[in-house]
């Protein structure tokens, strides 16, 4: 039987993050990837990709904007494969763009997944991943007698998939937080237009395992060290006043069963203060191999989810409008970066089917980040590392794998193999660019007249101030251009509200709120109607701005009547009573969806 996905849910815990924060330079992206022994066939990576949604329909969302959270929404949209063409990890979630939030991509031998941090974590990611690789290599071999194997446990439904196991497990604690010192800040040269520097290097499992265990530690805490001594070796002394701290994210499906495609992760941030003495590398070692043993408890990972979660959950903050939420979250976000010098995230092993494995050179992850981040998975016995910065240095990794080296592992260094970006042409925001150019001169231009001229009527500052109005509604409609509704709607408040503005200065004649008040509001929401049906909009999709309109049409023009500012009464009439009805067909015949647009549009 076809199980049925909710029509829109909540963000979890660490998505209200990522939605808020996320940004060009900083896109909260990231990519895991596959690299087979053979070449992609397309056509055959876009039907198992198709398979592979049916499996995962949580992942066809769109991200959607409420009064207080962001949302996301079941979306009709459909993925399709291309090969790669942009720089690794490029925005995903464009604002006012109803788009999905991953994509699949080839190129040569290598399949990938970039997904957006607000849909999925890591562990989200891996299991899209598998499935997708999966579904490719039989439909590319079933002809040699490749079996189909299920990966998903059959009992797992799509409400396991979407649940938000943050919300699960949160209890109420009430903690003392201690106050942590500013950690060193890597300040390196950034690289030209702040392109992301990926470099990849390939270890073996059973070498580093073997070290681990001669020191008596495990993978990660012994990479961890590795990590911390790499940048260390960058340090002046002057530096060592601040100690290096790393973020390491970690996985709470390893403390709490969950089955959920959503986030579920927290982290720690071990560390080592090299300017306090010491610091041989078995010193830092063992530092580090006790901060994790005291931290990865049951205890304290409950203890530090729920600390986030409370800040959520506080009533106040939950009330406040979505824009100053996100103003809070990127403050807080930019505060919270100086408590970290660099990110390590282990994806563990990934692991196929015995008769899939054959096909596979290997798996292999990495991330855009301000920061640098260093992300690794393995297969086999191939120990996939990739280091992302935006700095124009290699030096700490160089430094890294020269300690390995050290350490008798051996280090298998990765060219990786991007095609030359073809990033689509910047023509629109040039154009855009110019032309404000040309605004901008031509109304100082008339500034400049008028002061020279010295007219009896300032004719060029009322020019200056009309090209001004035209330059604001040009530049509303170009940051809104991916949403006509939401552009109409921000259109119909700037000819508005400009032309009562206009009218004021001009002295008062009326003019704005008897004739272009009422006609604007009628002429927006007529143009919002014929939008909808040229796209073919659902309800679901054309609510929210029709509702906008239609109480914009109603309120502002009925408060004006009641004040006695209108003097030419009946279009503001005409006005009030029109939009009135539309939303009382709205409600009356689209009842449902009025509701629950409502419910979407204003949880807390």
């Known amino acids: 039987m076809q199980q049925k996905r909710a029509y829109w849910r909540k963000l979890d815990n660490a998505a209200k993050l990522f939605s808020a924060t996320s940004n060009k330079k900083d896109t909260r992206v990231f990519r895991f990837f596959c690299v087979l022994k053979e070449e992609v066939d397309p056509e055959l990576l876009q039907e198992a990709l198709d398979r592979t949604v049916v499996t995962y329909p949580v992942f066809l969302s769109v ?19 291309h090969e790669e063409c942009k720089e690794p990890c490029s925005n995903l979630y464009v604002r006012d763009k109803k788009n999905l939030l991953f994509e699949v991509t080839y190129y040569g031998k290598r399949i990938n997944f970039e997904v957006f941090h607000a849909l999925t974590d890591g562990t989200g990611a891996t299991e899209f991943l598998r499935e997708l690789v999966k579904n490719y290599l039989f439909l590319a071999h079933q002809s040699e007698g490749l079996k189909d194997v299920a990966l998903l446990d059959e009992n797992v439904t799509i409400q396991d998939q979407e649940s938000d196991s943050f919300s699960q497990y949160y209890t109420k604690v009430k903690k003392k937080k201690e106050k942590k010192p500013k950690a060193f800040q890597l300040k390196k040269p950034r690289k030209e237009v702040g392109r992301l520097q990926v470099n990849e290097a390939v270890l073996s499992v059973k070498e580093v395992l073997k070290r681990s265990r001669e020191l008596g530690v495990s993978m990660t805490v012994f990479l961890t060290t590795v990590y911390l001594f790499a940048i260390h070796q960058e340090m002046t002394k002057q530096q060592e006043k601040h100690p290096i701290v790393l973020m390491v994210p970690v996985n709470l499906r390893k403390f709490f069963p969950s089955e959920s495609m959503l986030n579920f992760f927290n982290w720690i941030e071990p560390g080592y203060h090299f300017g306090k003495g010491g610091g041989s590398f078995e010193e830092v070692l063992e530092h580090v191999k006790e901060y994790f043993a005291e931290e990865l408890t049951t205890e304290r990972v409950a203890e530090h989810m729920n600390e986030l979660i409370a800040l959520e959950m506080h009533p106040i903050l939950r009330l406040a409008p979505l824009e100053l939420k996100n103003l809070g ?12 010098t660099a990110i390590f995230s282990n994806m563990s092993a990934v692991k196929m089917p015995a008769e899939y494995e054959p096909f596979i050179e290997r798996f292999g992850v990495y991330t855009s980040t301000p920061k640098m981040e260093l992300c690794m998975c393995s297969f086999g016995d191939k120990l996939s590392l990739g280091f992302t910065s935006r700095f124009d240095t290699i030096n700490i990794q160089r430094n890294f794998y020269r300690i390995l080296k050290q350490q008798g592992i051996g280090v298998e260094k990765v060219e990786p193999e991007f095609p030359q970006p073809d990033v689509p042409s910047r023509l629109e925001m040039k154009v855009f660019k110019f032309v404000s150019f040309l605004c901008l001169a031509a109304a100082v231009g008339c500034v400049a007249a008028d002061f020279n001229l010295h007219p009896k009527i300032r004719w060029t500052l009322f020019t200056a101030a009309g090209i001004g109005s035209m330059w604001l509604a040009l530049a509303i409609g170009f940051v809104k251009r991916y949403n006509l509704m939401k552009n109409a709607m921000w259109q119909l408040i700037i ?4 032309c009562i503005l206009w009218d004021i200065f001009t002295g008062w004649r009326g003019w704005s709120v008897d004739f272009v008040l009422p006609i604007v509001c009628m002429v927006i929401l007529v143009s919002m109607f014929i939008i909808t049906k040229v796209q073919k909009n659902t309800a679901r999709e054309y609510m929210i701005y029709f509702v906008m309109a239609g109480g914009y049409g109603v309120i502002l023009p009925l408060i004006l009547l009641l004040a006695g500012v209108v003097r030419f009464t009946p279009i503001c009439t005409v006005c009030v009573v029109a939009c009135f009805l539309f939303l009382a067909a709205l409600v009356i015949f689209k009842g449902k969806e009025f509701k629950e647009e409502m419910h979407k549009k204003f949880h807390v």
């Not at 979250?329 to 970290?340: N, S, T, W």
């Open 63 to 81: 991200m959607r904007k409420g009064l207080f959270w962001h949302y996301l929404e079941k979306s009709k949209l459909r993925p399709e494969v």
């Open 329 to 340: 979250i990127k403050a807080g976000a930019r505060y919270a970066e100086r408590d970290v």
């Open 495 to 498: 000819v508005t509200v400009g």
